[in-house]
């Protein structure tokens, strides 16, 4: 029951019982539209899955982290900045994740969980960057580029400027 403790949105609603819709990596990796603006609270800085539940299980105690260096995290992805993500158009994004299971959420999806993300956690840093992206021509990331500019609006009490 560690996992069901663990997990952010309570997706796992009892044993072997997970509600996919509720469930982070469902909503960062397979959901094609807007993510609930009820949920996105809960999904804090992720940006393409969660694994929160594998890490309270007792089964995975035993786990040993992976020495194959393509599991490993590339340099040019974790020298970057969130808000460097929305700067990324098509073809810098498929260029830059073309062996990369993030392509599956393709561009749309992964500016859209960083619009999230930034929404969670960002500064007012980060409001240029989201207000190029609320101007974005894919409406699903300029939609929730708007809804982190009013979160960390609100955060830093600056709701109107």
């Not at 810098?92 to 749309?108: T, V």
């Not at 500064?123 to 960057?129: H, K, N, Q, R, S």
Request: charged fraction near 25%; charge should be positive.
């Amino acid at each position: 029951t560690r996992c069901i403790e663990a997990c952010p949105t309570g997706a796992i609603t009892a044993p072997h019982q997970v509600d996919a819709r509720r469930c982070i990596s469902y909503l960062t990796i397979e959901l094609k539209g807007a993510i609930p603006p009820e949920l996105r609270p809960m999904i804090g800085g992720r940006i393409y899955g969660c694994d929160d539940c594998l890490d309270a299980c007792p089964w995975n105690r035993f786990a040993k982290i992976s020495r194959e260096t393509t599991f490993a995290m590339w340099p040019q992805i974790a020298a970057m900045k969130l808000r460097d993500y929305l700067g990324l158009n098509d073809e810098k994004f498929r260029r830059l994740f073309r062996n990369s299971p993030i392509k599956r959420a393709k561009r749309r999806g992964l500016l859209r969980n960083v619009c999230v993300a930034l929404g969670n956690i960002g500064t007012a840093e980060d409001l240029p960057a989201l207000e190029a992206a609320a101007a974005d021509t894919e409406p699903l990331i300029a939609e929730h580029a708007q809804w982190a500019i009013g979160q960390i609006r609100e955060r830093i009490g600056c709701v109107n400027c």
